[in-house]
């Protein structure tokens, strides 16, 4: 089984649309990441959360709110979605030791009509 | 913004080294080099990182010069499967920061 797994992997919806990816991992890692992707431009951090108690956001979070229910699962929420925030979802982890590298979940296609 | 940049693409022979350039510098002195990749549309995928010393895993090694201005990731015999987008990254040592992506490299290796 993969170790980051993101629920929906494809989700078509409409504009003002209340819409939650969802994240887990079995990796027991305390950080949490969610970045958005669009076509030939790089990952942007969205918000991230070094422990359940921990919320940051990141570049980009107008329009996203999250939640870390637990160490193992972290939610992105677009409360009321646009056609612009069609893209491509990651969710990440870390293990928050020194200098550890990030795994990626399989990502979450989102458009928003 | 990016603290790295990379051209924006490079073509490899199938079986040939590809040597992948990265200018970071402006790098701290405890900022650690990182190299993804992302294949298609997948997950980011991690290669390999350091901090001044030359780095070697399974898939590819990493020369950063010594005055770490630059660096270079290998992969010693490029096959089909590694055409990706391939990210370098700086990062402060202790991982306080965030990983922050620029637009990468496009590597395609060629039959």
């Known amino acids: 089984d993969a170790d980051v797994t993101q629920t929906p992997r494809n989700r078509i919806t409409k504009t003002g649309k209340r819409i939650m990816l969802e994240c887990s991992q079995t990796k027991g890692h305390d950080r949490m990441y969610w970045y958005r992707q669009d076509p030939g431009l790089g990952l942007r951090l969205i918000y991230y959360s070094f422990d359940v108690k921990d919320i940051n956001k990141g570049e980009i979070s107008d329009g996203y709110s999250v939640s870390r229910q637990a160490q193992a699962k972290f939610s992105l929420s677009l409360e009321s979605a646009i056609p612009n925030q069609t893209a491509l979802y990651f969710c990440a982890t870390e293990a928050g030791d020194w200098n550890n590298e990030q795994f990626f979940g399989p990502g979450t296609r989102l458009t928003v009509l | 913004d990016a603290k790295t940049t990379q051209p924006t693409s490079m073509d490899c022979a199938e079986g040939r080294a590809a040597n992948l350039p990265c200018n970071h510098s402006?790098?701290?002195?405890?900022?650690?080099v990182y190299w993804y990749r992302q294949i298609h549309s997948q997950g980011p995928q991690y290669i390999i990182h350091g901090l001044k010393n030359n780095e070697t895993n399974e898939m590819a090694s990493l020369i950063i010069t010594e005055d770490r201005k630059s660096s270079t990731l290998i992969l010693p015999h490029a096959t089909l499967r590694d055409t990706a987008v391939y990210y370098c990254i700086v990062r402060p040592q202790g991982g306080s920061e965030k990983l922050v992506f620029g637009k990468g490299m496009k590597l395609t290796v060629n039959p």
């Open positions: 402006t790098i701290s002195g405890n900022e650690y």
